[in-house]
T-cell receptor, first 115, second 111 residues
Framework: GAGVSQSPRYKVAKRGQDVALRCDPI?????LFWYQQALGQGPEFLTY????????KSGLPSDRFFAERPEGSVSTLKIQRTQQEDSAVYLC?????????????FGPGTRLLVL | KNEVEQSPQNLTAQEGEFITINCSYS?????LHWLQQHPGGGIVSLFMLSSGKKKHGRLIATINIQEKHSSLHITASHPRDSAVYIC?????????????FGKGTKLSVKP
């Protein structure tokens, strides 16, 4: 079946713009994760959903970052008033159950460049 | 603080060589993941293991929970193995399901 998809794949934003990044997880997957990956670094955790509940948002770097998954499937990561340091690849992953003790399936990522 | 350390950071090998990538960590876990990331960003999960050894094709992953150490081995390496290999920790104290990632080992296999 289809894997995790993300859109857009690439986004260029002017500093101060708001952006919205979309993640379509594998159908039926309970857990959904957002990660941020800076150039040359490993991914870093942003936030985690179990169905529609956001169980952990401790990785969100500031209150400009907001994520939602209102119906327990598609998720959106919104960044308000983008800054240059927000430039990174934003990865979404999903898993059938609790994601740290089973395989997480990753999307291709959205590469965000803030000018 | 770095809970996960990988070595080496960069590795160049000739086709056919046996490759080892190491991962050491400092927190108690019960699951460790090895992931492969190709240029362009796509991440593929290779293994999740909590003890002993797992093998898939030319890839072998081992873990020693007591020593907090894991290794990923590639036998008969091939240029298509060129990628970044990332070790990630799961099921650590206080985790809600997310992973802690190492910085990755960039592998380049020359023909």
């Amino acid at each position: 079946g289809a894997g995790v998809s993300q859109s857009p794949r690439y986004k260029v934003a002017k500093r101060g713009q708001d952006v919205a990044l979309r993640c379509d997880p594998i159908s039926g997957h309970v857990s959904l994760f957002w990660y941020q990956q800076a150039l040359g670094q490993g991914p870093e955790f942003l936030t985690y959903f179990q169905n529609e509940a956001q169980l952990d948002k401790s990785g969100l770097p500031s209150d400009r970052f907001f994520a939602e998954r209102p119906e327990g499937s598609v998720s959106t990561l919104k960044i308000q008033r983008t800054q240059q340091e927000d430039s990174a690849v934003y990865l979404c992953a999903s898993s059938h159950g609790q994601g740290d003790v089973e395989t997480q399936y990753f999307g291709p990522g959205t590469r965000l460049l803030v000018l | 603080k770095n809970e996960v350390e990988q070595s080496p950071q960069n590795l160049t090998a000739q086709e056919g060589e046996f490759i080892t990538i190491n991962c050491s960590y400092s927190v108690g876990i019960s699951a460790l993941h090895w992931l492969q990331q190709h240029p362009g960003g796509g991440i593929v999960s290779l293994f999740m293991l909590s003890s002993g050894k797992k093998k898939h094709g030319r890839l072998i992953a081992t873990i020693n929970i007591q020593e907090k150490h894991s290794s990923l081995h590639i036998t008969a390496s091939h240029p298509r193995d060129s990628a970044v290999y990332i070790c990630a920790l799961g099921d650590y104290g206080g985790s809600q399901g997310n992973l802690i990632f190492g910085k990755g080992t960039k592998l380049s296999v020359k023909p």
